[in-house]
Every structure is written in C-alpha cells, then in structure tokens.
C-alpha cells in the first residue's frame, strides 16, 4: 500500500483521498472555533452542513481526534454506541456507526469500550477511521495512533506490562555487616554459622574422643605464651565443650572401714609435730 505523506505530497493522488483526509482529519471532527494545538481553520467543504477542522498535519488531527474521544470517555460516554450515537456523541443518532466500530473491535455496541487501555483506545480509533473514510482508512499507520495515544509503538495492554515488569521483582534482602553475619548463622547461608559455631563444633583432629583441637588444647591449659585473644578464644570453647559432656560420669566411693582406723590412727600420731 502506497505512503500515505507520498500520497498526501502529490496534488493528483491527494484529490482522490477523503475530504477529511484531505484535510488532515483523521476523525472528521467539525470546526467550532475550539483552539488545539496544529489546527489550521475550517475547511471549505462541509460534511452534514458543517465545515470540517484542517490541522497542519495528520499527526495533529490524529492527536485531536484522540484527545477528543478521551474526553468523552471520561465524561461518561463508555460504549461505543454512547460516545458516537448518544446525545453529544461524534454522529449523534447513528447507531449502525456504533455497530461497525464496535464490531472491528470485536465487543458489542453497549460493551465498554477501555478506553483507558492503550491497546483498545487504538483498536477503537482504528475502527473509527475505517468508518470515516472507508478503506482509505487503513493509509493512517498504526504507529501514528500509537503515537497520538502517547507511545512510540503500539501499546500492550496493562495486564501484559505487569507481568513483565521490574516492578515485581523480588525486592532483594537488606545486607548486614560483618558482626551481624558473625553473631547471625541464618545471615550467613553459605557457611551456615559464625566463627564461634564453627571453632566448637570443628571435628576432633586428633585423639579420636569427638572433642574438637582448640577444646582439648583449652582444657589441657594451652599454651601461656599465646596472646590473651587466643585465650579468650580458648575459654570461649572450652565452656561451650564443658555444656555438652563428653563422658560417662564416675562413681567414687569412700576409704573402707580399715583404711578410715588406719587414717585416723596416722593423724593421732602426728599431733604435736605439725608447728
């Protein structure tokens, strides 16, 4: 299909257009003196008796068009039989019009239209135009809708922008310092536990009794020469050790009969030595 501006940029295929074409006039929007940005003045011809607005350039009479339709939406006029054939409507009374639009969109005539939704503000517009000016319609490219309506390309519908949208992603966990992934095993999933959980539940290197080197090397005094955080670290791990017994415990029993005299007899001895 030949360029529309080629078509509008010679004088012989420009003749042949629709009026409203002719004029830049996507909608066919009659001229009441309203002021909008790229309108010329009214045409010399008349459609119903009335002159048409001629805009500088298609892309303004398509933002007019838009501009125009959107105010009658959100003034109450939701379906396409109200915004084209109610009171106040693009062709009051022309209810077969209605239809046609609301056909190419693929609704009925008293379903809303959504016009809030990019995607079927466009369809609509689409339908509107092909009712105007018939095939000649389809010259109007869909990005000069698209572009009217407020987007470079023509528009998906919200529902299919917030599936896709950053938006949603998951909002990522705050970060902690170094103390608190040490003092918080849950902070530190990789290894699972700070310094002291992994200095008292080390495995034994050697012995082979389950306790762990730095407990044994604690309970066994350690070394005096190691600086006093050694030994901090040492006492730390000793006590944690000393709440979880490693052996059995022992029974002791007292000295026999025998050894108690034995003992006794022994102190008397020594009384009187001890100065």
Do not use: C
């Amino acid at each position: 299909m030949a360029d529309l501006m080629t078509i509008l940029a010679d004088a012989a295929q420009r003749a042949r257009l629709p009026a409203g074409m002719r004029n830049n006039n996507p909608g066919n929007i009659k001229y009441v003196g309203q002021k909008v940005p790229g309108i010329v003045g009214p045409s010399v011809n008349t459609d119903q008796g009335d002159p048409q607005a001629v805009f500088s350039s298609p892309e303004a009479g398509m933002a007019a068009m838009y501009s125009l339709l959107n105010k009658k939406y959100v003034g109450g006029k939701v379906t396409p039989d109200q915004i084209i054939a109610g009171q106040g409507g693009w062709t009051p009374g022309n209810h077969q019009a209605a239809a046609n639009v609301a056909r190419t969109m693929g609704i009925g005539p008293n379903d809303d239209i959504g016009f809030s939704d990019p995607a079927r503000a466009a369809s609509f517009m689409h339908g509107l135009i092909l009712q105007e000016h018939g095939n000649a319609g389809n010259l109007y490219p869909e990005s000069m809708i698209a572009s009217a309506i407020g987007g470079g390309a023509l528009p998906t519908s919200p529902a299919a922008q917030t599936a896709s949208s950053p938006s949603m992603a998951a909002t990522p966990a705050p970060r902690q310092s170094a103390m608190g992934r040490l003092f918080n095993p849950k902070s530190d999933p990789d290894k699972q536990m700070g310094f002291f959980g992994r200095l008292t539940t080390a495995p034994a290197q050697e012995g082979g009794n389950g306790v762990p080197a730095a407990v044994q090397a604690a309970a066994e005094g350690g070394n005096s020469q190691k600086s006093p955080l050694s030994n901090i670290f040492g006492a730390l791990a000793l006590t944690q050790a000393q709440q979880q017994p490693q052996f059995s415990p022992v029974q002791i029993r007292g000295p026999t009969a025998e050894q108690a005299n034995a003992l006794n007899n022994l102190l008397q001895s020594l009384r009187g030595r001890i100065v």
